[in-house]
């Protein structure tokens, strides 16, 4: 008798076992958001470091476009243009293309060859920056030097490499939305006499149009973030673009090529931290659309 | 059984370990020495290290690029042994020279380069001044082609730069233009833009680009040593005032005559044993006492 008693009253193997993991979950928890505090806190004060310790004023820092770290110029201006001239470009040239494969993957091809087609995309969102830029330098850079003279460097070689990076990784989630709309609108709208094309422009299409935005979001806040292949074909020049095939700088490429030659606790320096905070700022921003955009979703 | 085997097998892994145990405590203990910096002096650190883990195979030395400012800053920091650089700590904003040791490991020639189709082999010191400063801006007026001039310089603080303005500048600014961080990436573009005019180390020259004469002077090891040929800069290997004396063998295996002669030469490198002036921190030259 005693014995049930104690059984039951006590708690079993496996609500410790309960316990456990919630501490063990909890504790990754704690431990992530805690990387991401350090994060943000580390970078606010490396960042504002320009504005507090060597007297630059912000508004100067992101209005001038004088971006000379040797003369003590610090005009962020033409990198922050250039960062968004190039993603926006990006996005754009990619969504339309985008859109048209996942469609075709989706809905018109047969089975077999989107068995083909979705591995190979997913295979190359897994090819890394690097391959992505030295493709742009041999390849992309010569031909735009062909086509319009010049150097073939600037925000267009940076685009086109831009959007071979993100094509497929914008490719793969729009797919992933539109077989998320369920099979019934399909056959509801067959059921009506909708041709395929209706179907697809009217029904398919627009319930799964948040998550096509989304894609687009990610992909561009993907663009916005990248260095390595920017700064392969962009030119780093820090002066206001003139011209899509004019060598200009984007935030990222100022930074990694300057890092490494500055010194830790310089105005030179404060000054690259500056640019990343811009960075970080920018990319939860994108972050914050990516919620915003995928909360209203209905599919 | 089952039990049995685990048994043994647990017990035979015990015993694996306590003997490496004290394999490794009977040991002598590793030196470490780690260097972080110049990434153009890396290979070439890279190589040495292979060599000296015969010399002395209980030191264990890490190599990292990173640039020279990091270099300069991490040893100045007290993080790293040794913080390799291009460019004397003199020339670099926000680095104390009083608590660094500078150690000369090698010599390195700076060459400009122009793509092969220009045509154009040999310039001036003046004509390279009116390249950089924007005066010039197209091959016709240096007696080439009808091109406009694409100047290509290299990150702003680098010590390839650093060296090249001192020379060729001389406290002019340079004009605005395409800045890149890398030899390697300097070369393709040099390569493959018609008109396109740079300068690299000479470590990383290769038939895809045109080497320039200055003032019909080639950039031979031997016109270095004498500051015939200008443009060139020391590797150095700074350490703080007190290194340890793993880092202080290194840097004197990497300083001895037998490393300069074999692994510097092999990198393109100029022997430091052989130069008949030496340069100081402001870019003044003279024959070596």
Redesign the interface.
Known sequence: MDDLQKQLTQPSPESHQEWTGKIISSLAIILIGSLVLAILVFLTIKGIALFTDNGISIWRFLSQTDW????QHYGALPMIVTSFSVTILAGVVALPLTLVVAVAITEILPKKMTGLFQPLIELLVGVPSVVYGYLG??II??EL?RLFGG???GILAATGVLFLMILPTMTSMTVDSLNAVPKQYRQASAGLGATRWQTISRVIVPSARDGILTAAVFGMARAFGEALAV??VI?????MPKGLIE?S?TLTSVL??????????????NALWSLALILLIMSLIFNLLIHLVSKKGVA | MKRIITVVITAAIIVGLGIGWIAAKKQPPLSKVTVVGSSALQPLTEAVTKEYRTVSPQTSITVQGGGSGTGLSQVQAGAVSIGSSDIFAEQKDGIDVQKLQDHIVAVSGIVPIVNRDLGIKNLSLTQLRQIYTGKVTNWQQLGGPNLPITVINRAAGSGTRVAFEQVILKGQQAVNAQEQDSNGTVKEIVARTPGAISYISAAYLSPQVQPLKIAGVAATAKNITTNRWPLWSYEHMYTQQKPTKATREFINYMQSKHVQQTVVKQAHYVNIHDMQVQKDATGKVQGKE
């Open positions: 000379q770290p040797s003369h330098l041999t850079v010569p030097q150097t073939g460097f700064q392969m030119g780093n020049t820090a002066v060598s700088a990694t090529t300057g890092i490494g030659n500055s010194v830790m606790g310089t105005a030179d320096n």
